[in-house]
Nanobody
């Protein structure tokens, strides 16, 4: 089965930075798009950023200019560089891999932005 393992979450002060990583393993096509979602308590899962194999990206308006998504196809890994973090960025961040019928999801990693 496909497995997605996130890392890099933690506690950071407002204005700080974190880099999340997501390593994919199992049976999948590296050409599939990957992305990051986040979910805060009481809110629906929100798309943060996506990236295709060719490097095309898109971002939520709330993170544009602060976050950067990238991928290393040889390592089957996607990254999310988060700069200028705000308290409203606090959420569980979840890695996603496009599947043939539905997306695959990681277990999530907690990001908390607080002073």
């Amino acid at each position: 089965q496909v497995q997605l393992v996130e890392s890099g979450g933690g506690l950071v002060e407002p204005g700080g930075s974190l880099r999340l990583s997501c390593a994919a393993s199992g049976r999948f096509f590296s050409s599939n798009a990957m992305g990051w979602y986040r979910q805060a308590p009481g809110k629906e899962r929100e798309l943060v950023a996506t990236i295709t194999m060719g490097g095309s990206t898109n971002y939520a308006d709330s993170v544009k200019g602060r976050f950067t998504i990238s991928r290393d196809n040889a390592k089957n890994t996607v990254y999310l560089q988060m700069n200028s973090l705000k308290p409203e960025d606090t959420a569980v961040y979840i890695c996603s891999l496009q599947g043939p019928r539905a997306d695959y999801w990681g277990q999530g990693t907690q990001v908390t932005v607080s002073s």
